[in-house]
């Protein structure tokens, strides 16, 4: 009975370490990330990147691992155009801002972030680095996606949400192939029949865009008609038309119009223009020419 007090006392002296608890938590739960305004003809990739930071009790080992979102892989993750139809654009998140390590959760070539706290070091924070790869073919809308953040220090976990946005613009860009009439003989072979010659007008928009093209009247018109100049200082009369059978007049009043399928190829294959230098006009013999402009509406 004597020797009972002191091994109570020795196991009192025990109780206090036996209660250490291991835990982590949030300082900053991730950030969203917004990558701003995305344009589709560039091929510069758009970054952006969100913020974290945690503190673990020592000597807790802590993970942090970032889920696919709504993609079934991590490579490449997906944002989805929040008005139908539907849309995916594709991007992905990275541990390192030169993307060569994609953060997920160790699975198909991915990594994940992992902290031991010791007592001099018990505070993590860092950035997720997010990249848009450039020269996507998508269409016009806001994209987003949501990416789940798990913190587990082995006897616990925290998730956190945060989403990613992106917004992508209507765009269009022009290129033509010159109404190349060739020679024009208004004394006999055209002192009767028009000159006829054709030109193409491509306009590439992003995926699901109406563009209207119109067409100016030209560099020397002469009120609501056409016309070319010569080096001689005389004037060739001429049209464009939107039709083979050369009926509709092609200017600001009369456009083409159509709907973009893919950034890639020109709306309708390409609108032609049908020019026609009209028969037996009186002009001296030289070069002609006229520059047209070619406006877009999206």
């Known amino acids: 009975m004597r020797r009972l007090g002191p091994i109570l006392l020795a196991l009192a002296a025990l109780i206090p370490g036996s209660a250490y608890a291991i835990n982590c938590s949030w300082d900053i739960v991730p950030t969203n990330m917004n990558f701003g305004t995305y344009t589709p003809f560039s091929s510069a990739p758009v970054t952006a990147t969100a913020a974290f930071q945690f503190t673990c009790t020592p000597p ?33 998140l990275f541990m390192d801002a030169a993307n060569a390590i994609i953060w997920g959760d160790g699975t198909s070539g991915t990594q994940y972030l992992t902290f031991t706290a010791s007592p001099g070091n018990k505070i993590i924070g860092g950035t997720i680095y997010g990249t848009i790869p450039g020269n996507l073919d998508v269409a016009p809308g806001t994209y987003t996606d949501t990416i789940q953040a798990t913190l587990d220090w082995g006897t616990g976990s925290s998730q956190q949400f945060f989403t990613v946005t992106a917004t992508v613009s209507a765009e269009c860009t022009v290129s033509t192939s010159a109404v190349s009439f060739g020679l024009y003989d208004p004394v006999s072979a055209n002192a009767a029949a028009p000159k006829d010659a054709t030109g193409t007008v491509n306009v590439y928009c992003t995926a699901g865009t109406l563009a ?31 039709d083979a059978a050369r009926t509709v007049v092609w200017n600001a009043v009369n456009t083409d119009s159509g709907t973009s399928a893919s950034k890639t190829t020109p709306i309708n294959g390409g609108f032609m223009a049908y020019g026609r230098i009209f028969a037996g006009q009186d002009v001296r013999i030289g070069g002609y020419s006229d520059t047209v402009l070619v406006t877009v509406n999206y």
Do not use: C, F, W
Request: aromatic share 8%.
């Open 212 to 242: 209207t093209v119109a067409l100016d009247l030209g560099s020397h018109a002469a009120g609501s008609t056409r016309k070319m100049l010569g080096g001689t200082g005389d004037l060739l009369q001429y049209e464009l038309y939107r």
């Open 60 to 92: 807790a080992t802590a993970t942090l691992i970032l889920s696919r979102g709504v993609s079934p892989t991590y490579n490449p993750r997906t944002m989805t155009r929040t008005v139908a139809p539907a849309y995916t654009m594709n991007y992905n």
